[in-house]
Nanobody
Framework: QAQLVESGGGVVQAGESLRLSCAVS????????IGWYRQAPGEQRRRVAF???????NYADSMKGRITISRDSAKNTVDLQMNSLKPEDTAVYYC????????????????WGQGTQVTVSS
């Protein structure tokens, strides 16, 4: 079973930046993409971005233009650079492997990490 470890969260002021990292290890199921999700208190987990093994990227409208998802081959991670953060970005951020079926169609597997807390103060 895959092990997913998110890191890089913290407390920042509005307008500042954070870089999140997702490390994948262990025996993994077949996947062709990795996505980042976030979940605010009392709300559902929502996808904010994903990247395919071929390097194609997709971003949710809520954060599009402010985030960049990328792969770090040296660390075997998928990172999420977040800029111009807003208070509404406050959430626990998770990553997960999944299957990409084209366009914005992406389905994660049910194997979530602990998440990393992002808090943005106004």
């Amino acid at each position: 079973q895959a092990q997913l470890v998110e890191s890089g969260g913290g407390v920042v002021q509005a307008g500042e930046s954070l870089r999140l990292s997702c490390a994948v290890s262990g025996r993994t199921v077949s996947f062709n993409a990795i996505g980042w999700y976030r979940q605010a208190p009392g709300e559902q987990r929502r996808r904010v971005a994903f990247i395919t093994i071929g390097g194609l990227t997709n971003y949710a409208d809520s954060m599009k233009g402010r985030i960049t998802i990328s792969r770090d081959s040296a660390k075997n991670t998928v990172d999420l650079q977040m800029n111009s953060l807003k208070p509404e970005d406050t959430a626990v951020y998770y990553c997960n492997i999944g299957r990409w079926f084209g366009g914005s169609k992406y389905q994660p597997y049910d194997s979530w990490g602990q998440g990393t807390q992002v808090t943005v103060s106004s």
